[in-house]
Nanobody
C-alpha cells in the first residue's frame, strides 16, 4: 500500500523559511516524477514544484527563485525548501506523483505565513 506522509509545516512570519518533507512508501518512488502541490482556502490545488527521477525540476512562476525541490531516492523522500515566504504561500501542502494519482493524496501539512 502506497503512503505519502508530509511534514514540516508550521507558522512563520513573512520572509521566513520552512523545509517540508514527504516520506513515501512503495517501490514507485525512485522512478517517478514527484511534485509538491498546495491548496489555499477557496482555491484549487496547484502544482508548485516537480522533479523527475533524474533531477530535472520545474516550478510555478509564483515560487520560482524562492522554493527548491529536492529528493533522496535512497530514503524515498522528497523535500521542499521554501525561502522568502509570503502570506500568499499560506496553504496546505501535499506531495504526489506528477501527474497526481488520486489514491496517493495524504493529509498534507499546513503552512501559514503571517504578514
Amino acid at each position: 500500500q502506497v503512503q505519502l506522509v508530509e511534514s514540516g509545516g508550521g507558522l512563520v512570519q513573512a520572509g521566513g523559511s520552512l523545509r517540508l518533507s514527504c516520506a513515501a512508501s512503495g517501490s514507485f518512488f525512485s522512478i517517478s516524477r514527484m511534485g509538491w502541490y498546495r491548496r489555499a482556502i477557496g482555491k484549487q490545488r496547484e502544482l508548485v514544484a516537480g522533479m523527475t527521477s533524474g533531477g530535472i525540476t520545474n516550478y510555478a512562476d509564483s515560487v520560482k527563485g524562492r522554493f527548491t525541490i529536492s529528493r533522496d531516492n535512497g530514503k524515498n523522500t522528497v523535500y521542499l525548501q521554501m525561502n522568502r515566504l509570503k502570506p500568499e504561500d499560506t496553504a496546505v501542502y501535499y506531495c504526489n506523483k506528477v501527474p497526481a494519482y488520486g489514491a496517493y493524496w495524504g493529509q498534507g501539512t499546513q503552512v501559514t505565513v503571517s504578514s
